[in-house]
């Protein structure tokens, strides 16, 4: 168990629907990271907030947003659902400065019909 | 941005059998990890070894970061063992982003 918790483990939502993904860091950390997992593309880097502002991008749509609360949590939106962005979707966290080692959730499984 | 090239893609191992498992990147980094994806999806930390060697069990890993590779060894192998295996390197994108940038993965099916 890492310590970085991701709710809800499975999702399943039509194309055109939008969602919220969930993810506590573990204890102490104040970097979220978000990354995607696709068939095609592999494990993707997304988005990373650090104690609740943005703070690097990556290869994340315009129809996807995230924000990272006070409490530290933080949340992946991803709206206008297409078939394609069915994915496995994991939330990272680390202590605090990029080069930190990073821990992953189990993950959210994304499935849009 | 960095590249990153894992070899073998797929390796196929009898139980007990030694394996080598190599990652190669493209630029200098500051961070290198080593997961395990288990059937079940779940990333699992290896290694955290940017450079320098470390050691798990039977598990080890060295990273030469002036030659850019990293090494995973894995000894004994067991049938649990089987999965993805992932190489991470962190480092700055082409556009100024930190971000860490994974390779495709070794598939690793440990036989009876």
């Known amino acids: 168990d890492s310590g970085v918790t991701q709710t809800p483990k499975h999702l399943i939502t039509a194309t055109g629907q939008r969602v919220t993904l969930r993810c506590s860091p573990r204890s102490g950390d104040l970097s979220v990271y978000w990354y995607q997992q696709s068939l095609d593309q592999g494990l993707q880097f997304l988005i990373q907030y650090y104690n609740g502002e943005e703070r690097a991008k990556g290869n994340i749509l315009e129809r996807f947003s995230a924000q990272q609360f006070p409490d530290l949590h933080s949340e992946l939106n991803l709206s206008s659902l297409e078939l394609g962005d069915s994915a496995l979707y994991f939330c990272a966290s680390s202590v605090d400065r990029q080069g930190d080692e990073q821990y992953f959730g189990p993950g959210t499984r994304l499935t849009v019909t | 941005g960095i590249q990153v090239e894992q070899s073998p893609p797929d390796l196929i191992l009898q139980e007990g059998a030694n394996s080598t498992l190599r990652c190669n990147f493209s630029d200098s980094v500051n961070n290198l990890q080593w997961f395990h994806q288990n059937p079940w999806g779940q990333l699992i930390n290896l290694f955290y070894?940017?450079?320098g060697t470390k050691q798990n069990g039977r598990l080890s890993a060295t990273t030469v970061a002036t030659e850019r590779y990293s090494l995973l060894y894995i000894s004994s192998s067991q049938t649990t063992d089987s999965g993805v295996y992932f190489c991470a390197v962190g480092g700055f994108s082409g556009a100024g982003s930190y971000q860490l940038t994974f390779g495709k993965g070794t598939k690793l099916s440990v036989i009876p």
């Open positions: 070894i940017p450079s």
